[in-house]
């Protein structure tokens, strides 16, 4: 059972940045499997894919309505994904879930089994 724990979020204007941390613990997987990412649900609509990056080589998938204002990276020894969120609009906001699971190359899929409690981030024009 890997348990998530997330910080950051809060308050941001348009154009500003914030940075969100997530670290996992008791997780069983292999670097090679092991997988993490980002989720996040804005009000009234349906949790939208942020972000994944695979564990053994760091390689990243983004959503499109954050490529290239986005980045997400880790620190394996600390078991930790971060979300570097740059050029915030009003329309990122949304409370972020942080996710961890596998990474399948068959379907080029991530497959996410564990989440954490969510924190907000709000945006404001």
């Known amino acids: 059972q890997v348990q998530l724990f997330e910080s950051g979020g809060g308050l941001a204007q348009a154009g500003g940045s914030l940075r969100l941390s997530c670290a996992a613990s008791?997780?069983?997987?292999?670097?090679?499997?092991?997988?993490m990412g980002w989720y996040r649900q804005a009000p009234g609509k349906e949790r939208e894919f942020v972000t994944g990056?695979?564990?053994?080589?760091?390689?990243?998938t983004y959503g499109d309505n954050v490529q290239g204002r986005f980045t997400t990276s880790r620190d394996i020894a600390a078991d930790t994904v971060y979300l570097q969120m740059d050029n915030l609009e009003p329309g990122d906001t949304a409370v972020y879930y942080c996710a961890a699971g596998i990474y399948l190359p068959p379907r080029s899929e991530f497959e996410f089994k564990f989440w954490g409690q969510g924190t907000q981030v709000t945006v404001s024009s």
């Open positions: 990056i695979r564990w053994s080589s760091g390689r990243t």
């Open positions: 008791g997780r069983t997987y292999s670097n090679s499997a092991f997988a």
